[in-house]
């Protein structure tokens, strides 16, 4: 498993900073009149590409995209596949981490993920999909 703590490290403060842009931007856009709690994500794809998505409601709530599924089907859209980081933006004191059901769509596009969570003030706090889905489900569990 790959380090827990530092995979965010692999990723260039330079590529952080347009992921945070790309994110923010995404974020201002988000569809959430029912929350009102605009997310926003920005996905690096190994092409180098990077794809955005905000949260999307829906009258009926559970129909709701949140912004990670969102920048997945973007980049799904665009002909990428594999990710190689992500960051996601929420105007909180704390950044806020990816839901579950993200995390398990991020893992179908990703081995391990770093992710930087990050706030609307700067704030920026480094985690990976390793820590925050251990044991995945995944296509090999699909064998018989
Ligand atoms: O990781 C998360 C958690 C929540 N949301 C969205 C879903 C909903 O629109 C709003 C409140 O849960 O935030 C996201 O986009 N990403
Ligand atoms: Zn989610």
Known sequence: MADRQNSTSQISEQT???LYKAAAEARERAYAPY??????????????????????ENASYG??????????????????????????ITDTEQPAAPCGICRQVLSEFSDDLPIMMANT??????????????????K?????
Do not use: H
Not at 35 to 56: H, P, Q, R, T
């Open 16 to 18: 952080w900073d347009a």
């Open 121 to 138: 003030q700067g704030q920026r706090v480094p985690t990976s999909l390793d820590a925050l889905l251990p044991f995945r489900f995944g």
């Open 63 to 88: 129909a709701t995209i949140c912004a990670e599924r969102s920048a997945i089907c973007s980049a799904v859209a665009g002909g990428a596949r594999r990710a190689s980081a992500l960051l996601v």
């Open 35 to 56: 929350s009102e709690f605009l997310v926003g994500a920005a996905l690096l794809m190994e092409s180098g590409d990077i794809y955005a998505g905000g949260n999307v």
């Open 140 to 144: 090999a569990d699909l064998d018989k």
